[in-house]
C-alpha cells in the first residue's frame, strides 16, 4: 500500500534535519550560528508542529501544511525547485 500524502510529508520531516544543505539553510536564515540535527529537528517541531512530535504531521493537516510550506521555501531558497509564479 503506498504512504498518504501525509505519510510522505512525515518521512521528510524526518529525514530532513540530517540534510546539511538544510541545516546551512536554517544556520543563515537564523543568524549564523551552527544548526545541528537535533536543533534542526526541534526548528521543525517549533516552526510547524507548536512544538509537538513531528509525527502528527501524517495525521493533522495544519501541521503538514505548515511543513510543506517551509519545505517549499527551503527548496526554493536554495535553489533546489524553482519558484511557482
Do not use: H, K
Not at 18 to 30: E, G, H, V
Not at 46 to 66: K, L, W
Amino acid at each position: 500500500m503506498a504512504a498518504s500524502p501525509g505519510e510522505r510529508a512525515r518521512i521528510r520531516a524526518g529525514t530532513l534535519p540530517r540534510d546539511p544543505r538544510f541545516r546551512q539553510w536554517l544556520a543563515r536564515a537564523n543568524g549564523g550560528d551552527p544548526v545541528d540535527e537535533d536543533d534542526a529537528a526541534q526548528y521543525i517541531r517549533e516552526a510547524c508542529c507548536d512544538g509537538n512530535s513531528r509525527s502528527m504531521i501524517a495525521t493533522t493537516p495544519e501541521y503538514r501544511a505548515a511543513f510543506e510550506r517551509l519545505e517549499d521555501r527551503y527548496m526554493v531558497e536554495t535553489g533546489l525547485r524553482m519558484e511557482v509564479r
